[in-house]
């Protein structure tokens, strides 16, 4: 392996129990970096963890809560020592809570109204602040952040709280990446458009209409945040990519 390659680096994906997470924490393991997988669910997090192992991969399960700070910090220690070293690649992709209401915000009660927002920002803060202190240390870092188009872009499909999340976490890794990028630590987003995991009816109206002519697949989101995530690309920092087959050009 010359290119992008992990060996002996450690990453963390949250919420990789399934779909996009899944792939990227595969991907990561791919090309030598011991993972950790997190989801809030372990038996998906053992599941993913599985898979690494028996392609030859390095892999530990570490459920845990993102919006529980003392459970990520516990996390972190925990994915640290059975993996013989302190998290260099965080990879934030949990973003969907498991009761996320969808419909117009004029509809949404107040006590649904934190839910898309913590998951996305607080817990992204709460895995960058756990990360970051062994990664000034080392000097060396990787934070990647999962993000949609609805975070970029105004929907009327139901997402105003979630895309509120989106972005505001994206902004956070901006300032991140400014501050953090004299400690050799890069901070990018990648926005994804929507993912053949998503179902639902008109699925294949919404594919025909994407220029790539496909909806996204977990391997995709694998391979752009490998490149993310390598000694390569560290020149590219304080960036959100769009990541949607063409759907959205800016
Ligand atoms: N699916 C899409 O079409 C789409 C489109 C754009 C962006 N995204 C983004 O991509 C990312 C992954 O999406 P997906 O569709 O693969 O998600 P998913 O819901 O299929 O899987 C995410 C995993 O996160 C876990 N999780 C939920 N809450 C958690 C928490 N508090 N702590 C830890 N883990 C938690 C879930 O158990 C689940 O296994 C998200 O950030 C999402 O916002 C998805």
Known sequence: MSMFDLTGHVALV???GQNAGAGIALALAEQGAAVAVNDLRAERAEATCAEIQK???????????VTDLDAVRAGLARAGEALGGHIDILVN?????????????????????RGPVEIN????????????????QAGW?????????????GLAIGVALYGSGKGGVESFVRHISQEEAGAGITANTLALGLMQSAGGPG????????????LGRPEDVGAAVAFLASPESSWLTG?????????VTR
Do not use: K
């Open 14 to 16: 949250t919420g990789a």
């Open 55 to 65: 392609a030859g991969g390095t892999a530990v399960a570490v459920p845990f809560d």
């Open 93 to 113: 992709n949990a973003g969907i809570p498991a009761d996320m209401g969808y419909g117009p915000f004029r509809d949404i009660t107040p006590e649904r109204w």
């Open 121 to 136: 920002l607080f817990g992204a803060m709460n895995c960058v602040h756990a990360a970051l202190p062994g990664m000034r």
């Open 141 to 153: 870092g990787r934070i990647v952040q999962i993000s949609s188009g609805a975070g970029r872009t």
């Open 203 to 214: 699925i294949s109206d919404i594919a025909a209409g994407i220029p790539v002519g496909r």
């Open 239 to 247: 960036q959100t990519i769009d990541l949607n087959g063409g759907s």
